[in-house]
């Protein structure tokens, strides 16, 4: 109460921000009565896309929302576009609950067609609503969603500035401006601050209702095997009544200028904007979301889906950091998922080792002190690559702890598909393993944290055959072969240390 007072007092977002640019979406809400219909009205638009799909509370006909990616516009001109849609549409400033009844009037009867836009803009390129000068008040408060992701309780500060993630972005809506259902796909929670404008309305289903929705919504969109979950990922919209009538738990919440909404891991959540407005929004992570946020990962890999930071990433540095600071409760939720790892990933080293991939070299930092052991090696000269930014070119995983790179193409493979890759050419030419630590250094990491861990969970090797360190020098010296380090990367790299 006090600090959004004192706060709103002393900072006016919109002055602020107002010179920002930031590209439109904009969702056609309306007569639409089925998918070409819709397509054939914006054969112009070239950069259309995607759906959006909305159903009327009788499910009897489907509706179909437009999703354009616009042209750029002002903050200005987006004001003045959405105070001429809410003329357009209401005679004077309505209420969120009669917002909300023509909205859902439109969809259902159909007799106009309204379009709409929002924006979403990422504050590291545009600046935050929050203060963030070091002399401005409440630029250190836990609140301001720059200083959140940072605070020792979300292990997200472990995993440094990342756009979309633990760098918050503004979302800028208009009357009717529509997110439909979703949920972060790492599960994450977040939270959501209404800097300025008209309310919001929320829409939320709890993460435990998730088997109940997906039969639910697979049912009502004839999905046909596609899972119902999945379906709620290609921008759908189904009305709360609706998933009410089925027994889905519907919560609807409305957020006012100057309030907080934060969303809970795994919740589903739609959002429908009352007027113009501008909120900001960002995750935070408490360590009970590790078990949650590993599984996501897992799925995500299988399905190929790109993921905007790397879970490896996060397990490594999370373990390294509070190790040192004897963290027990982390380092107890930590300790299972970081054995579960260590255990994939050394039985697809072995597997790939004995498929006939010899040829290996080391990469990363030149930390030596990032793990436990290094300070009484001598400094080796790793190849500075930085492999969180490489991607899997099938599964498009981010490597973090090793991959797979093709000497003659810039590809790179995480391990588990280039399994699959030597299986099907029954050839390992020309393919070469690089890995950011040893067996050993994984080992000493994951006893180092089972050992500091609350009630010591015993260490022990769950793999089914013993396993051989990386070839050092390999007998069969001629397919080591040096990659070419432009085509990894094209920043300047030391050369590859092979080991
Ligand atoms: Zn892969």
Redesign the pocket.
């Known amino acids: 109460g006090r600090y959004r007072q004192i706060y709103r007092l002393s900072t006016p977002l919109h002055s602020e921000v107002s010179r920002l640019r930031f590209t439109l979406t904009t969702v056609k809400l309306g007569n639409f009565q089925d998918r070409h219909a819709a397509a054939e009205t914006c054969d112009t638009v070239r950069a259309f896309t995607g759906y959006l799909t909305l159903f009327d509370a009788s499910c009897t006909v489907l509706m179909w929302l437009l999703l354009l990616q616009g042209k750029s516009v002002s903050l200005t001109n987006f004001f003045r576009i959405a105070r001429n849609t809410m003329i357009m549409c209401f005679n004077k400033e309505p209420g969120a609950a009669e917002v909300e009844q023509e909205y859902w009037r439109i969809v259902e009867q159909r007799h106009c067609h309204v379009a709409v836009h929002y924006g979403k803009v990422d504050t590291n390129t545009h600046g935050s609503g929050f203060p963030v000068g070091k002399s401005e008040p409440f630029s250190k408060h836990g609140w301001n969603l720059t200083v959140l992701p940072n605070n020792s309780g979300s292990i997200l500060r472990h995993l440094g500035a990342v756009p979309g993630v633990t760098i918050p972005w503004l979302n800028i809506g208009m009357v009717f401006s529509t997110s439909c259902w979703s949920r972060d796909q790492n599960r994450l929670p977040y939270i959501d601050y209404l800097h300025t404008g008209a309310d919001c309305i929320w829409y939320s289903i709890p993460a435990e209702e998730k088997v109940k929705l997906d039969k639910v919504v697979h049912t009502l969109l004839q999905a046909n095997g596609t899972p119902g979950l999945e379906m709620l990922e290609k921008n759908i919209m189904i009305s709360p009544e609706v998933l009410c009538r089925e027994g889905i738990k519907v919560h609807r919440t409305v957020q006012q200028s100057g309030q907080f909404v934060v969303c809970f891991p795994g919740t589903f959540v739609s959002k429908v904007c009352c007027g113009y407005s501008v909120s900001e929004t960002v995750h935070f992570a408490t360590p009970q979301w590790m078990n949650l946020g590993y599984e996501a990962a897992k799925d995500l890999k299988c399905r190929h889906i790109a993921k905007p930071f790397s879970m490896e990433k996060l397990l490594y540095q999370i373990a390294t950091a509070e190790s040192k600071r004897e963290n027990g409760h982390i380092l107890t939720t930590i300790s299972a998922l970081l054995k579960d790892l260590r255990n994939i990933e050394m039985r697809q080293r072995q597997e790939l080792y004995e498929a006939g991939l010899l040829s290996s070299a080391r990469y990363g930092t030149h930390d030596n002190s990032l793990l436990p052991g290094d300070g009484r090696k001598k400094p080796r000269k790793w190849l500075a690559l930085e492999s969180s930014e490489r991607r899997?070119q099938?599964?498009q995983?981010l490597c973090y702890l090793s991959m797979v790179v093709q000497e003659n193409e810039n590809v790179v493979?995480?391990l588990?598909?280039a399994l699959r890759y030597v299986e099907n050419h029954k050839s390992c030419r020309g393919l070469k393993m690089m890995y950011r630590y040893d067996e050993e250094q994984i080992n000493s990491l994951v006893k180092q944290v089972c050992g500091k861990a609350l009630g010591k969970t015993t260490e022990k090797w769950n793999g089914a055959s013993p396993i051989k360190p990386p070839p050092k020098r390999g007998p069969r010296k001629r397919e080591t072969v040096e990659v070419s380090l432009s085509r990894l990367s094209s920043s300047h790299l030391s050369p590859a240390a092979v080991t």
Do not use: G, Q
């Open positions: 899997c099938t599964c995983h493979f995480c588990e598909c």
